[in-house]
Nanobody, 124 residues
Framework: QVQLVESGGGLVQAGGSLRLSCVAS????????MGWFRQAPGKEREFVTA???????YYADSVKGRFTISRDSAKNTVFLYMNSLIPEDTAVYYC??????????????????WGQGTQVTVSS
């Protein structure tokens, strides 16, 4: 069992930056692929970015060039650096973990564990 706890959300003006963190429990963190998803009111949860255990990264087109995912296996933590935020980025952001055998990281069904989410609000 893996538990994920996100932090770092908040209210920021358009053009600003935030860093989200997700701390994972368990000794096998380094073997998991990690992802970030977001869900705006009235919308489905959507893929934002993911990072494999080997460091390969994937981004949704809507955040390419603005968001960066990274991981620190020594701290069992994955980070989401968000720059040049726009109001459309407003959502609850969820951290997720996928066991090593998972291959589909761009959809919610590709993940085994989820955090509780952290709210990000971007004002115009």
């Amino acid at each position: 069992q893996v538990q994920l706890v996100e932090s770092g959300g908040g209210l920021v003006q358009a053009g600003g930056s935030l860093r989200l963190s997700c701390v994972a429990s368990g000794r096998t963190f380094s073997t998991y692929a990690m992802g970030w998803f977001r869900q705006a009111p009235g919308k489905e949860r959507e893929f934002v970015t993911a990072i494999k255990s080997g460091g390969s990264t994937y981004y949704a087109d809507s955040v390419k060039g603005r968001f960066t995912i990274s991981r620190d296996s020594a701290k069992n933590t994955v980070f989401l650096y968000m720059n040049s935020l726009i109001p459309e980025d407003t959502a609850v952001y969820y951290c997720a973990a996928a066991m090593a055998f998972r291959t589909e990281l761009l959809t919610t069904t590709g993940y085994d564990y989820w955090g509780q989410g952290t709210q990000v609000t971007v004002s115009s």
